[in-house]
């Protein structure tokens, strides 16, 4: 079973796939990007350098087919906890390139290889705007309240039109509430699995 944990930066998927760890201790857990040795130096591009679009999108997919090549391939059998995914891939690139577009490139990317279900960490704008106050913001963090809103309501549009399963989490819940809800979902998957 490969689950992807989605949401906009601040979220807290970090956190909470840290929780899951101890829960899940057989599963693997990959993140987007950086998890490679070639996506450790491709996420250092991304997060720092001034590139153009185009440029960041074919980044963003030569750590993705590097990931799942490398690691989600050899494990399909096994559980795999994602910390993003190619939902976020297409939900960030659909601001500037086409939807489908992007569907063709990830589906290229990856064999066809995406997430059999999603848990998306939500955030409504108050609770955004207080967490980025908080931090000091990468590149892509510094785009903007409006624009990371508009990402997160992408994620679900991307899960919705590709029907891929998925479960929206209120994530200005305790971090206990919100890791309970996850281990939940993922527990009833396996079990159906």
């Not at 101890?22 to 950086?34: H, L, T, W, Y």
């Not at 399909?76 to 489908?100: C, K, P, Q, T």
């Not at 039109?161 to 809800?181: G, M, T, V, W």
Request: charged content about 30%.
């Amino acid at each position: 079973m490969y689950i992807a944990i989605e949401g906009i930066d601040t979220a807290g998927k970090s956190t909470q796939i840290e929780l899951l760890k101890s829960d899940f201790k057989n599963a693997i857990f990959i993140k987007e990007p950086g998890f490679t040795m070639l996506g450790k130096k491709i996420r250092e591009i991304l997060l720092n350098d001034e590139i153009s679009k185009k440029a960041e999108l074919f980044l963003f997919l030569a750590d993705r087919a590097e990931t799942i090549k490398k690691v989600v391939k050899p494990n399909y059998n096994r559980l795999i906890i994602s910390d993003r995914s190619v939902i976020s891939g297409i939900a960030y690139g659909m601001e500037w390139f086409d939807f489908d577009m992007l569907v063709n490139l990830n589906r290229f990317a990856t064999d066809s290889i995406f997430p059999q279900f999603v848990i998306i960490l939500y955030l409504n704008k108050e609770e955004l705007q207080k967490r980025l106050l908080k931090k000091s913001r990468d590149k892509i963090e510094k785009r903007g309240v409006e624009y990371l809103l508009k990402i997160q309501n992408n994620l679900i549009t991307t899960c919705k039109r590709l029907e891929i399963p998925h479960l929206i989490i209120d994530a200005s819940k305790e971090i206990k509430e919100i890791n309970f809800r996850i281990k939940k979902a993922i527990d009833g998957l396996v079990k159906a699995d």
